[in-house]
């Protein structure tokens, strides 16, 4: 079935570092969406991309789509301990609108 | 508005026994999609509802049920509980009054379920 492959599953960083997680598919995406999971929490929207080679950015964070449309990554720059938490990306699984396909998430810890 | 609630929120069962899990979406949302979140398999679709109609089922075993209200409140029900099942059950809503490649799913605390 449709995958979507996220890498790293943890990262480690300090606090002011930077901090990246990829997500990659093996086949072309209509769109994929990013959330947040703080710890003890429920994932949280964040956005979502739709066109080939778009990048969108929320302050601090960067999010692209490959032209291809088979990977997408979420860049944070200067994380901060508020950071802390799972990214996940997450697509559609092919005809559906409500059903997504969560990568296994990447587990940001940041050291103060 | 106020967000996606889900009863309760915390639950323990033993094996064989069944339960049942709430879901009130958002107001003005009318299709819930639910989940099951563990550490090892991630998080997972479960299913979703639109209009009281299963749109959607995820590669789950006929334990795990579901239905949707008029009101579009939902429902889940896993009869027979194995020790596996033992998860954060996640219920979203979406709203399906934006442009069909809008899909944000806003998502409830969730419910978390041991089974002993």
């Known amino acids: 079935g449709q995958q979507v492959m996220q890498i790293p599953q943890y990262q480690h960083v300090q606090e002011g570092e930077d901090f990246t997680t990829y997500c990659n598919s093996s086949t072309t995406l209509s769109n994929i969406q990013w959330y947040k999971q703080r710890p003890g929490g429920h994932p949280v929207f964040l956005i979502q991309?739709?066109?080939?080679?778009e990048v969108k950015k929320q302050k601090r964070l960067t999010f692209q789509f490959g032209e291809a449309k088979k990977n997408s990554s979420l860049h944070i720059t200067a994380t901060q301990t508020t950071d802390v938490g799972t990214y996940f990306c997450?697509?559609?699984?092919?005809?559906?609108?409500?059903?997504?396909?969560f990568g296994k998430g990447t587990k940001l810890s940041v050291k103060p | 508005k106020a967000g996606v609630t889900q009863t309760p929120r915390y639950l323990i069962k033993t094996r064989g026994q069944q339960v049942t899990l709430s879901c009130s979406p958002i107001?003005?949302?009318?299709?819930v999609s639910w989940y099951q979140q563990t550490p090892g398999q991630g998080l997972q679709f479960l299913f979703e509802?639109?209009?009281?109609?299963?749109?959607n089922k995820g590669n789950f075993p006929g334990r795990f049920s579901g239905r949707q209200f008029s009101n579009s409140r939902s429902e889940m029900n896993v009869s027979t509980l194995e020790l596996g099942d033992s998860a954060l059950y996640l219920c979203?809503?979406?709203?399906?009054?934006?442009?069909?490649?809008?899909?944000?799913?806003?998502f409830g605390p969730g419910t978390r379920l041991t089974v002993l």
């Open positions: 107001s003005g949302h009318r299709s």
């Open positions: 997450a697509v559609l699984l092919r005809g559906s609108q409500g059903n997504l396909i």
């Open positions: 509802y639109f209009s009281e109609t299963q749109r």
């Open positions: 991309l739709v066109k080939s080679g």
């Open positions: 979203a809503s979406r709203t399906t009054l934006a442009a069909p490649s809008y899909n944000e799913q806003f």
